[in-house]
DNA sequence: TATAATCCGTTGTTTTTCCAACATACTTTT
DNA sequence: AAAAGTATGTTGGAAAAACAACGGATTATA
């Protein structure tokens, strides 16, 4: 256990909160942890979800299976990012599974007990619902950019929007972005090869400039 | 003041709190209420935002202009609803205007003091910041869905989509829908004629029925 | 280093969406 | 009940995206 802790220390779940406190916070939160051999399910769709998971080794994918039955990855859970969380506040049945990618451990903690902080009042209870706080905040914000890059009409349009959003949260007319163009392709919700043939337009016209990973607003 | 939480004693916000406590959180929270005309802008973009709003009186929009000026409605406030809450809790600075539509009346609560309860821990602590988690997890399911609608390829997938989302939250194959056909248009990022002709498709097909806001998957 | 695998851009075709304009139905007002 | 306003459906042409297929470049691997 003291091993597993020494792992998700500092994740931003369990920021500023000291080390000596990490042991009774997981008596609080009636802490369990799991292990997952590759490919087994983590959460499956249709269970009611009353913790959510602190991923402390391994790697995990968010997936959902639509009308169709067609699969699509929502996510990936790198360690130390917590997973299921809005599910475990809203009373809704979640509509997606999560899989291990590969052998992996989590830690699952009672979000009841978080919001619901034991009589002595701990001091790390203000500092976890803090970062419980801003981390669904935070999402909040990323899907809302993100709907508003998919929302508009036109593979340009969603390009110039995701690029000058960038910008501004890098301060900078050149930027870096974190994904390849499949990934920026599925981000923005528009077929790869075509969003490839907007970008080479964007350079022609003069309005971009870019190479890899790298571009720059004109 | 008592006066403006009679109003607001209802809201999800403040759910199973004791109406005596009300006037007590108000101190603890420095709540602060602010009054605007048709017209004022309430937040505006590129301000720091310290405080989030709860509505007591009055119509509110958030809007946001994009890269080239457009202006887009991205909510709208009723009373009893909060906003800004999402940037309150990550120090960004957010991209979007809050415009009061009609006479409006505010109160503004303090982020920090929320997360961060009084030395005595008041209970009703407790239950705001299992009110506020609850709603902002409750957005953040929200926005997932309409990203999962709007990240199909074509209208009548979006549609689809839609509609078996609505008929799982309803429990029922017949299903009721909130918005008009110019709603539904927006809310799923496609032209609203373009969509009334794939309804049409649709139901020749005879994959769904509808008339007005009642809909029915076959 | 050779080979395989992956990523990215290009092109032509097919499908879908947008857009504008209009027709019809329904609602509200007077 | 007439008139005005609003919501919805329809259609055809223009624009855009999807799709498939391929080639070159880069990266990973044997």
């Known amino acids: 256990m003291i091993n597993e802790l020494e792992k998700i220390k500092d994740s931003v779940l369990l920021q500023d909160i000291k080390v000596e406190e990490l042991s009774s916070m997981l008596g609080c939160l009636r802490g369990v942890i799991k292990h997952y051999k590759k490919g087994e399910e983590v959460l499956s769709q249709g269970a009611e979800i009353k913790k959510f998971g602190l991923l402390t080794e391994g ?16 996510s990936i859970i790198e360690p ?70 998919m929302a508009k009409r036109t593979t340009k349009e969603k390009l110039l929007t995701f690029l000058s959003l960038e910008s501004i949260k890098q301060n900078s007319k050149e930027i870096y972005i974190q994904y390849d163009r499949q990934g920026l392709a599925d981000y923005l919700g528009v077929e790869r090869s075509a969003m490839s043939a907007e970008l080479s337009k964007l350079k022609n016209e003069g309005i971009i400039e870019y190479n890899k990973n790298w571009f720059k607003l004109l």
């Open 80 to 149: 130390k990012q917590i997973f299921a969380e809005a599910y475990a506040y809203v009373n809704k049945i979640p509509s997606m599974n999560v899989e291990a990618l590969v052998d992996s451990t989590v830690l699952f903690l009672d979000s009841d007990k978080l919001s619901s902080p034991c009589q002595n009042c701990c001091s790390f209870h203000k500092q976890l619902v803090k970062n419980l706080l801003f981390i669904i905040s935070n999402k909040n914000v990323n899907l809302t950019e993100k709907i508003e890059c």
């Open 59 to 74: 790697k995990l994918q968010v997936v959902q299976y639509d009308y169709l039955g067609n699969k699509s990855i929502l």
